[in-house]
Nanobody, 114 residues
Framework: QVQLVESGGGLVQAGESLRLSCAAS????????MGWYRQAPGKQRELVAS???????YYADSVKGRFTISRGNAGNTVYLQMNGLKPEDTAIYYC????????WGQGTQVTVSS
């Protein structure tokens, strides 16, 4: 079993920054993908960014150049540095781990005011 614990959400003004963190514990295999999804009210959950255990990175077009995903040295932590936040970035952000299974964190609220 895998547990994911997120932190770092909050309320900021447009143009400001936030850093989300997600720590994974439990049975984690070396080959995995960690990522961040978000879900705004009335919208489907969407992939924001992901990073494989080999270091391959994906960003949604809407966040390219503003968000940076990274992993901790131990490989069981993932971060999302969000710069230049916009009101349309407002959503609940979920950490995800694909690791012979698909696991989710509880979500952390990010609210960006204009």
């Amino acid at each position: 079993q895998v547990q994911l614990v997120e932190s770092g959400g909050g309320l900021v003004q447009a143009g400001e920054s936030l850093r989300l963190s997600c720590a994974a514990s439990g049975t984690i295999f070396s080959a995995n993908v960690m990522g961040w999804y978000r879900q705004a009210p009335g919208k489907q959950r969407e992939l924001v960014a992901s990073i494989t255990s080999g270091g391959s990175i994906y960003y949604a077009d809407s966040v390219k150049g503003r968000f940076t995903i990274s992993r901790g040295n131990a490989g069981n932590t993932v971060y999302l540095q969000m710069n230049g936040l916009k009101p349309e970035d407002t959503a609940i952000y979920y950490c995800n781990l694909r690791n012979r299974g698909n696991f989710w964190g509880q979500g952390t609220q990010v609210t960006v005011s204009s």
